[in-house]
């Protein structure tokens, strides 16, 4: 890389290798955080949504959240002072968040609901850094074509939507879901680019 490209690494407060990925395709130099049990149940990173609570809040809420956690890992184990970013996903159905399959029969459900269905995907960015958390969201329209039983069960068979909000990731097979898309794909993926890049700017992590 250049010098003078990157002013600063950061920490990455997440398990997601899709997010891994999509820091690095923008030559973004970070550090894993590892969480020492899943957000279902850690605590500090509880992914339960508030009753009636808006899907836009609970996508902010968690990413502040994780975000903070990991600022509280880097203390607490003595890391290297670093900006932390963290991020959450959801999809929003006719006014219901959905989030990550508990299980196969789940995922079934998850995906006839979406099948020849709009629906909206919420991922918040946050960063933390010298005391303040800088927040953004990325809001996108998806549209599945109608999908059969069929396709259905063999794409969880494949065990790609078990650990994946909506019980699908754009990026694989779910891929040949899609009939239309409005807004960020790298979002409904789980990293939404532009947003990130502007936020490390506001940080300092990018020139």
Excluded: N
Excluded at 192 to 198: D, G, I, N
């Amino acid at each position: 890389m250049p010098a003078g490209l990157l002013q600063q690494r950061v920490h990455l407060a997440s398990r997601s290798p899709r997010r891994r990925e999509l820091l690095a395709q923008i030559g973004i130099a970070f550090d894993t955080i590892s969480f020492r049990s899943s957000p279902r149940e850690d605590a500090a990173v509880d992914e339960t949504p508030l009753p009636g609570e808006d899907p836009r809040h609970y996508v902010e809420r968690l990413a502040r959240s994780k975000a903070a956690h990991g600022c509280e890992l880097v203390r607490r184990r003595r890391l290297l002072p670093q900006p932390v970013l963290a991020a959450d996903t959801t999809l929003e159905l006719a006014g219901e968040l959905i989030g990550k399959p508990a299980d196969a029969d789940d995922a079934c459900r998850i995906l006839q609901r979406l099948s020849g269905r709009s629906h909206r995907v919420l991922t918040a960015v946050a960063v933390a850094w010298e005391g303040r958390i800088e927040l953004a969201v990325s809001d996108s329209e998806v549209r599945f074509r109608l999908l059969d039983d069929g396709e259905i069960r063999r794409y969880v068979a494949s065990g790609e939507p078990l650990d994946k909000a909506g019980a699908y990731g754009i990026q694989g097979r779910a891929g040949m879901f899609v009939e239309y898309l409005a807004g960020s794909y790298s979002g409904v993926m789980g990293l939404p680019l532009c947003e990130t890049a502007q936020l490390l700017k506001r940080c300092g992590c990018l020139p």
